[in-house]
Nanobody, 121 residues
């Protein structure tokens, strides 16, 4: 059973920084793309950023230049460096990964449990 465990959320003042981590916990053959999503209270879950296994990344226009996705393939971990945070960044942040557990299993999508980020004004 693949588990994605997020950490690093918390309460921060506007203009501050946080670094989220998402570690895959299980015997894994390969991880393809990994993404961060976020969901504010009463709103739909929105895509934030994606990184491929080759390291190419894309991000939503609303976070470009402030939130940066990266990954450590040796640790099966993805990060989201969050700088210049704004109150509108307040949300539960989720990681999502395409994971193959064996060479023949194919890739399946897994989600983490989410970590709360609250930015005060």
């Amino acid at each position: 059973q693949v588990q994605l465990v997020e950490s690093g959320g918390g309460l921060v003042q506007a203009g501050g920084s946080l670094r989220l981590s998402c570690a895959a916990s299980a015997s894994i053959f390969s991880i393809n793309t990994i993404s961060w999503y976020r969901q504010a209270p009463g709103k739909q879950r929105d895509w934030v950023a994606t990184i491929t296994n080759g390291g190419s990344s894309t991000a939503a226009d609303s976070v470009k230049g402030r939130l940066t996705i990266s990954r450590d393939n040796a640790k099966n971990t993805v990060y989201l460096q969050m700088n210049s945070l704004k109150p509108e960044d307040t949300a539960v942040y989720y990681c999502q990964a395409q994971v193959a557990t064996t060479i023949s299993s194919g890739f399946y999508v897994y989600w983490g449990q989410g970590t709360q980020v609250t930015v005060s004004s």
